[in-house]
T-cell receptor, first 115, second 111 residues
Framework: GAVVSQHPSRVICKSGTSVKIECRSLDFQATTMFWYRQFPKKSLMLMATSNEGSKATYEQGVEKDKFLINHASLTLSTLTVTSAHPEDSSFYIC???????????FGSGTRLTVV | ELKVEQNPLFLSMQEGKNYTIYCNYSTTSDRLYWYRQDPGKSLESLFVLLSNGAVKQEGRLMASLDTKARLSTLHITAAVHDLSATYFCAVDAGGADGLTFGKGTHLIIQP
């Protein structure tokens, strides 16, 4: 079945530094990648949607200069949290939609802690 | 704007009992998903329901979809402790926005 590899699974960084999260589709072409953020005991909140080779579309209230999304190929999308602050601490999950099948495949998530 | 309402949001039940989680949504869609999430983990796909009247079963879980009522249910039969988790329904309304999630049902099954 379709697999999306997300890493790192956990990262701790200092305030002011940047962190990059990668999602790779291993056995299919991800035409669209969705990035979600999840706070404890809450649902998933869509941050942005990206299509291969084009700029990401951000949801209202999500700072595009802070959360940089790159979808340079059909198998790789990255989310970079720039100048991270403690309030950016959260669980980040990617989800890929493929060209040739119906449905969405989720990455394993990244727990970001900013200290 | 698509809204997905899930209830109950919290459910504590005893092993061996049956219960149903409900998922209502506000706009036309014929693609509905159910996911399970364990603490600290990502989402595990349970069911994909793609048409009106669809019913799928896996073990003690059964999901159904009524697109006319805009309602999906996840029924748990003879619950066991291992089913304790948070369950999300999500609706795909088409277009470029992907899935819209319900708030989740935090399910605790007590021995």
């Amino acid at each position: 079945g379709a697999v999306v590899s997300q890493h790192p699974s956990r990262v701790i960084c200092k305030s002011g530094t940047s962190v990059k999260i990668e999602c790779r589709s291993l056995d299919f072409q991800a035409t669209t990648m969705f990035w979600y953020r999840q706070f404890p005991k809450k649902s998933l909140m869509l941050m942005a949607t990206s299509n291969e080779g084009s700029k990401a579309t951000y949801e209202q209230g999500v700072e595009k200069d802070k959360f940089l999304i790159n979808h340079a190929s059909l198998t790789l999308s990255t989310l970079t949290v720039t100048s991270a602050h403690p309030e950016d601490s959260s669980f980040y999950i990617c989800s890929a939609e493929g060209r040739d099948y119906a449905g969405y495949t989720f990455g394993s998530g990244t727990r970001l802690t900013v200290v | 704007e698509l809204k997905v309402e899930q209830n109950p949001l919290f459910l504590s039940m005893q092993e061996g009992k049956n219960y149903t989680i409900y998922c209502n949504y506000s706009t036309t869609s014929d693609r509905l998903y159910w996911y399970r999430q364990d603490p600290g983990k990502s989402l595990e796909s349970l069911f994909v329901l793609l048409s009106n009247g669809a019913v799928k079963q896996e073990g003690r879980l059964m999901a159904s979809l009524d697109t006319k009522a805009r309602l999906s249910t996840l029924h748990i039969t003879a619950a066991v402790h291992d089913l304790s988790a948070t369950y999300f329904c999500a609706v795909d309304a088409g277009g470029a926005d992907g899935l819209t999630f319900g708030k989740g049902t935090h399910l605790i099954i007590q021995p």
